[in-house]
């Protein structure tokens, strides 16, 4: 809408003359519809609302109480001699990279269905991929003829324990309230699942 035409917008009461900018020649066109605009706003009486300071949310967010959260365990056989692993080491060993323990034992990944929270974790702090993304990437692998094994799907806390218990060469996660004796947890970066600063966490469990 031209500025020369807003008065025939007005009601008879309120009609107003808009100031001639000829006389601000270093202003642009873009400028000058600004300014008439905010001068039209003016005239109208129409309020110029801000975002009072509590209608803006917070960039801060509260820390969590540490008993929300809770450490995801990297597990082994107990007669595993690895007893710490980067969080970098522990990704080649996810990706099938380093497949073979120090022992000789060949690396055998486990691993929790698609979908739960123990999974999801890994997937977004050790292979930085979602599941499609996971799927792929073991096809790729194999597709390049490198001989990789993607983890063995286990469908309980229990299965992942026997079958880490029963497999020299397994490594695969849990909860920190899922562990037991019957495997051994594995430092990473030299901090246990307790520690803070602990890389691999999620929230608590919702109890039943």
Do not use: H
């Not at 030299?190 to 469990?205: A, F």
């Amino acid at each position: 809408m031209k500025l020369e035409s807003v008065g025939r917008w007005l009601p008879p009461d309120r009609s107003i003359s808009l100031p001639s900018f000829s006389t601000i020649p270093s202003c642009s066109e873009a400028v000058v519809k600004v300014a008439g605009v905010f001068l039209l706003v003016l005239a109208l009486g129409v309020p110029v609302d801000c975002p009072s300071r509590a209608a803006v949310p917070s960039v801060e967010t509260a820390s969590p109480s540490r008993g929300a959260w809770e450490g995801l365990a990297i597990i082994v056989n107990v007669k595993n001699p690895v007893g710490n692993l980067t969080l970098w080491q522990l990704r080649g060993i996810f990706l099938g990279e380093r497949r073979w323990w120090p022992n000789g034992r060949r690396v055998i990944l486990g691993a929790l269905p698609a979908g739960t929270a123990e999974r999801q974790t890994v997937l977004r702090v050790v292979y930085a991929m979602n599941d499609k993304d996971f799927d792929k990437y073991f096809l790729w692998v194999l597709f390049r003829g490198e001989f990789v094994t993607s983890p063995t799907i286990l469908g309980t806390p229990k299965d992942v324990r026997r079958f880490v218990a029963n497999t020299p060469g397994a490594v695969a996660y849990l909860r920190a309230a899922d562990l037991d004796s019957s495997v051994k947890v594995v430092t990473i970066d030299s901090l246990r699942p307790e520690d803070d600063g602990y890389p691999l966490r999620l929230r608590v469990r919702p109890p039943n």
